[in-house]
């Protein structure tokens, strides 16, 4: 069996500033209308194809089957799946993301079966970094959730500002996630985030767990994989994006 037959998505083609992007999009069984989900992708496995990311799709499927349409872009999409991850990380930019990003949120929004008033931006250790930016430029996003994104107080690319700078910029409730034994984030990092938010005057609550370090619920990564908090987390995500976005479930 595929990845696409064994999540159950859509792969669709946009064009970003010339270049083909593969984008994912998962539905939700029934006729909607429902809310819409941007899921921005972290890196192990998924910087070659998210076809080869077990826990990007087992973690769209999961909102998806909560009630979520989701859409996730191939942010590498600018490289040769085959080119190593070090040129992939060290020549992405934060101005080619956000087109890679208004490009999904489009085709989510653009859909029939979502609600376009309810959209929301979830993203997973380099994409708890992406999440944040673009919460920070997407202004109909009514939430974000982050999932220990680090380097939030680093901007990528020549001329931009890191997403902390523009956290002002919000217009989205927060929720994020944390583990203590972290070290990018560390615990001084996420307070930083925190005071970041409150200054802005955003509504956000943070999540943090004693015994967990980064990437606590990605469970392909035994080493990392962190059940107690990755559970804890996703229960209190969920009740978080239906109280927030999804009146209809």
């Known amino acids: 069996m595929s990845p696409q037959e064994q999540y ?147 901007a990528l690319g020549a001329g931009n500002q890191p997403p902390l700078a523009l956290t002002p910029h919000m217009r989205c409730r927060v929720i994020g996630f944390y583990g203590n034994e972290d070290t990018n984030p560390s615990p001084d990092d996420v307070e930083a985030y925190a005071q970041a938010l409150g200054a802005a005057g955003i509504p956000f609550e943070f999540h943090q767990y004693d015994g967990a370090g980064h990437a606590f619920q990605n469970f392909p990564m035994p080493e990392r994989y962190h059940e107690a908090s990755s559970e804890d987390a996703w229960r209190k995500l969920l009740e978080f994006l239906r109280d927030e976005l999804a009146e209809r479930l």
């Open 8 to 154: 159950r998505y859509e792969l669709h083609t946009l064009t970003v500033l010339g270049t083909p992007m593969e984008t994912l999009l998962f539905r939700p069984e029934g006729p909607g209308p429902f809310p819409g989900l941007l899921q921005c992708q972290h890196i192990p496995m998924g910087h070659a194809g998210l076809e080869h990311d077990t826990f990007t799709l087992t973690t769209a499927r999961r909102l998806s089957d909560a009630g979520f349409v989701v859409v996730v872009p191939f942010l590498f999409h600018w490289w040769p799946k085959d080119d190593p991850l070090e040129r992939k990380r060290e020549g992405s930019r934060d101005d080619w993301m956000l087109e890679d990003l208004r490009s999904a949120l489009a085709l989510l929004r653009d859909d029939a079966q979502v609600d376009a008033s309810r959209l929301g931006v979830v993203g997973h250790c380099w994409g708890g970094r992406v999440a944040w930016l673009a919460a920070c430029h997407l202004t109909e996003l009514r939430v974000l959730a982050t999932f220990y994104g680090g380097n939030i107080g680093k």
